[in-house]
């Protein structure tokens, strides 16, 4: 735990301007990301004396070891650096927004050559447009089953569209008129692009335009006595209607409005938004704040409306206005209102309010998006309250049965898996505070001494455990260097100062050292990580081994095991450690596997180079039409003769079934 006084700049040091500030920990992460409008005042708050902050921001200051800022130009800049590096570094100390569920997407991917429409989960690609979010997903394929009867746009995955092209016959939903099948060329490209434009218009809100076209065509229809064409336009009408009246009405029909609501208190709150588009709720999303910072309502709204809008991205020219609506009614407003409005203002391209409903039928409606805060509150507090308490207990017990000073806050576990010796791999799996950090997942292939794989398990878990924590003392001695070479002092301590906003800053991927190593097996694989980290000087890093027989937890130089209870949720937490590795380890064993035992037959074929192996696989897609593929469909390949494709043939035929 640090004493701030050891890294406070000297406030002659730090300028009056706006800028955006980051606290980093000892081992230079991220941990903290603010914004000011005057640096100086700002970061003096954090170095008065500890006993006058509040807890979390004690904590704060006491993990970091050092502070860095960014000056900008305006209030506005620091708004928008602030929010990209929150994304880009996670940092511990932010409120952290995580939804309350999984919402539902209806997706339009508009970066593809032939945009298709589907139901998407998680985070937003580039390229996507978003309509929702819905509370089902099957709500969002009712409305799609009713949409494609005017818009027959595609559906299908990428595997379907492709077989669909090379068979020239399109797939069910192009049978029923469902699809407009632009894989069989029924419908140019420029136009099915047309088309899903016009589906993402309608779902934009622009609804009475399709309805007045279609109205018109079945008029004609009907006046020219061509009465079947007519009923199909007057049953698209209705499915437009029908699709339309799904969405409340609630406010005017021009509104274009989100709604927001905060419930909460001193450590967690829970966020609601009505998404309004139209004078109707056309989706409705979620979160739940972890407080981990001192902050107020107001700045809470802040960090919400950077977090919704912050990612709004331009697609074929109407993501980031139909993204930011006319209107942000908020139920609290932020500290710095006039650059907020600034921020969203240039988001949309047209100008923003941000305000409070103070009467009327948006008020009301802010009431009602309340209700859903409170209820989204207390069924969080319901399914998490012991979840929280739950790993807490966890990293308590093992603090105590391995005797550590603090409890192990960041455990990597590592397995090994392989087919009889062949295609050995390794996996290491991160859990922080008790939950799996994906993001930080690494896979290795075991090389051995000569190059051909380890003799063993044991000497496997030595390799892995050596190169991990190389890379790590790597890391840290080109860290300390860029450091170095920035000014920082030779005794080790990280710098502070100012840094340019667009420094490069490479990610250091295994820069920071876990509290403890967890190796799946006995006294063997413990033995052999031991030796693995004693050769590299590792002495600040625990170590057990968890094997799978009787559930046993050994330690280092010990003749015995620990026994944790088996209803311990230490035992507990260590077995879905273990278990995550063991299945990360075999999907990437299989994946090495499948790849390898392909190549290797094809590296056999005579003429066929790294191109055509290359072009054979993307042609037929896998190695299970390659194999059904006959001599004469592979020898009509570009560059392909015919003794080539007799002799991959062939060589396919050896391959398990």
């Not at 800022?69 to 409120?95: C, H, K, M, S």
């Not at 447009?129 to 995955?157: K, M, Q």
Request: net charge neutral.
């Amino acid at each position: 735990m640090a004493d701030p006084a050891t890294y406070r700049p000297k406030a002659g040091e730090i300028p009056t301007s706006p800028g955006v500030y980051r606290f980093r920990d000892e081992h230079g992460r991220v941990i903290y990301v603010g914004k000011a409008k005057n640096l100086r005042q700002r970061l003096a708050n954090y170095f008065q004396d500890v006993a006058h902050l509040h807890e979390r921001t004690q904590r704060m200051v006491t993990t970091a070891a050092s502070v860095e800022w960014t000056v900008v130009g305006t209030e506005v800049e620091a708004l928008a650096l602030e929010f990209t590096w929150i994304q880009q570094y996670d940092p511990r100390f932010n409120v952290k927004y995580r939804d309350d569920k999984s919402y539902p997407y209806l997706a339009v991917t508009l970066g593809e050559e032939v945009p298709r429409a589907q139901v998407m989960r998680g985070a937003k690609r580039k390229g996507t447009r978003y309509f929702g979010p819905y509370g089902h997903a099957w709500a969002i394929r009712e409305t799609l089953d009713l949409l494609l009867r005017v818009f027959p746009i595609r559906t299908c995955s990428a595997g379907v569209y492709k077989r669909a092209g090379q068979s020239g016959r399109p797939c069910l939903l192009g049978y029923i008129d469902k699809c407009s099948a632009p894989c069989v060329g029924r419908i140019s490209i420029e136009d099915h692009r047309a088309l899903v434009l016009d589906f993402c218009d309608f779902m934009a809100g622009d609804t009475a335009k399709f309805e007045r076209r279609l109205t018109k065509r079945m008029q004609e229809a009907a006046a020219e006595m061509e009465y079947e064409q007519a009923a199909r336009l007057r049953d698209d009408i209705e499915a437009l209607r029908r699709a339309t009246e799904k969405n409340a009405v609630v406010l005017g029909d021009a509104t274009d409005a989100d709604v927001f609501a905060l419930v909460g208190d001193e450590l967690e709150a829970a966020v609601q938004v009505f998404h309004v588009r139209g004078g109707r709720v056309r989706g409705q999303r979620g979160w739940v704040v972890e407080k981990v910072e001192d902050i107020t309502d107001g700045e809470l709204v802040e960090h919400l409306l950077q977090q919704v809008y912050g990612s709004a991205e331009e697609v074929d020219g109407v993501e980031a206005r139909d993204a930011v609506p006319r209107e942000v009614l908020v139920p609290v407003l932020p500290p710095d209102l006039e650059q907020v409005g600034t921020w969203l203002s240039g988001l949309r391209g047209a100008r923003v309010d941000v305000r409070v409903p103070q009467r009327g039928d948006k008020k009301e409606l802010a009431a009602t998006v309340r209700k859903n805060a409170e209820h989204a509150l207390m069924l969080h507090r319901t399914r998490r309250a012991g979840d929280l308490t739950t790993r807490s207990q966890a990293l308590r017990e093992i603090q105590e049965a391995l005797d550590l000073e603090s409890a192990p806050l960041r455990i990597e576990c590592y397995d090994i898996s392989h087919t009889q010796g062949t295609y050995q791999s390794a996996s290491m799996v991160v859990f922080e505070d008790g939950l799996a950090r994906k993001s930080e997942y690494r896979s290795f292939s075991i090389r051995g001494s000569d190059g051909d794989g380890a003799r063993d398990d044991t000497q496997a878990m030595h390799e892995v455990i050596t190169r991990r924590f190389k890379r790590y003392l790597n890391d840290r001695l080109k860290a300390n260097d860029v450091e170095m070479s920035d000014g920082e002092m030779s005794n080790g301590e990280l710098p502070a100062g100012e840094v340019a906003a667009d420094a490069p800053e490479e990610k250091a991927r295994f820069a920071y050292p876990p509290s403890l190593v967890v190796v799946d097996g006995g006294p063997p694989q413990v033995a052999a990580a031991k030796k693995a980290m004693d050769e590299l000087g590792i002495t600040d890093v625990a170590l057990c081994g968890l094997a799978k027989r009787l559930e046993e937890v050994w330690v280092p130089g010990e003749d015995y095991p620990v026994i944790l209870q088996r209803s311990s949720e230490g035992l507990y937490l260590l077995q879905r450690v273990r278990d995550e590795a063991h299945r990360f380890a075999i999907t990437q064993h299989r994946r090495r596997r499948s790849k390898g035992m392909t190549a290797s037959v094809l590296d056999d074929v005579p003429g066929l180079g790294p191109a055509r192996k290359k072009m054979l696989l993307t042609h037929f897609g896998s190695v299970k039409r390659l194999k059904a593929a006959s001599v004469e469909e592979i020898a009509s390949l570009r560059g392909m003769g015919d003794k080539t494709a007799e002799a991959v043939v062939v060589a396919l035929k050896t391959l398990p079934r």
